[in-house]
């Protein structure tokens, strides 16, 4: 964790902010077409990992929450008559309920950053498309501990039969949509992909002003499946991302402003002589 500092009027020093040293890397991959293709863990986590970046407290909260979570569901499962799950199971109720209210709202604090910077991000990379994200859940948003814990108690009966718990943070989404239409179900491969890039970008502003520097990008593979004009239009934005690490099969990176290594059978060749960049 890092801690930003600044002196006071009365010449004492105040904590400004707190960003996780960790979060100066965001990765992109394959895999994150998941994040809009896939079921909602993927979206979950995601979700998850973004926050951790920008709120140093939502990673252990969570890791809290999943144990309580874990330890609840086990109780489901004990087979015990409901005069003793009632008394073994309200305390577990009224932790969770305090843990799960701060996951939610840093989850929907961290939705509301997201959602600024992809509303803006994709149609910049795409040249069209108006994007919109939503945070889903069973929970309204500014709920109590108490109307927490009422509604742990009115979903018993069917936790019990079902052996786990059904209302909670750990149930929730991210709705994804694209000119109205969710992009699980109506986007095309492509449009999917792209959509997963800007998530991963959008990450960048909200996380250099937590943590106050430009996180590094590394983009695994990030140009394929996208046609020319949307790959000129991601390479000219990540050119004003700071430092970009992209792994590409693609020779249009513009010279002047890469550092070009070529892999192939384990070793590494450097082209930039070639480009007449010459070695740092």
Not at 57 to 77: C, F, I, V, W
Not at 93 to 99: G, N, V
Not at 174 to 188: H, K, N, P, T, Y
Not at 244 to 267: K, Y
Request: charge should be positive; proline fraction near 4%; glycine fraction near 10%.
């Amino acid at each position: 964790m890092r801690r930003r500092v600044g002196r006071r009027q009365d010449g004492g020093w105040a904590v400004l902010g707190e960003g996780c040293a960790w979060a100066r890397a965001i990765p992109f991959s394959w895999q994150d077409v998941g994040v809009v293709a896939g079921g909602p863990q993927a979206r979950r986590n995601f979700l998850d990992g973004f926050a951790g970046k920008i709120f140093p407290a939502h990673l252990p909260g969570l890791a809290r929450y999943r144990k309580l979570l874990a330890r609840r569901n086990h109780l489901l499962q004990s087979g015990l008559d409901q005069a003793a799950l009632q008394a073994r199971i309200e305390p577990w109720d009224q932790q969770m309920a305090s843990e799960g209210l701060d996951v939610l709202d840093r989850r929907r604090r961290a939705v509301a950053e997201l959602a600024a910077e992809v509303a803006r991000l994709y149609p910049a990379l795409a040249g069209s498309g108006a994007v919109r994200l939503e945070y889903e859940s069973s929970l309204d948003a500014g709920i109590s501990a108490e109307r927490f814990v009422e509604e742990l108690r009115a979903r018993r009966q069917d936790e019990v039969r079902r052996g786990q718990t059904l209302v909670g943070p750990h149930r929730d989404d991210v709705l994804i949509e694209m000119d109205g239409r969710d992009m699980r179900s109506f986007g095309s491969r492509g449009q999917q992909r792209l959509m997963a890039l800007a998530l991963r970008l959008a990450e960048v502003g909200p996380v250099e002003r937590a943590v106050g520097s430009q996180p590094v990008l590394l983009l695994d593979d990030a140009l394929s499946e996208l046609d020319p004009e949307v790959q000129g239009n991601v390479l000219r934005h990540v050119e004003g991302s700071g430092q970009v690490f992209l792994t590409t099969a693609e020779r249009r990176l513009p010279a002047r402003q890469s550092a070009w290594w070529v892999v192939r059978g384990g070793h590494v060749r450097d082209l930039r002589p070639q480009l007449g960049q010459g070695a740092a």
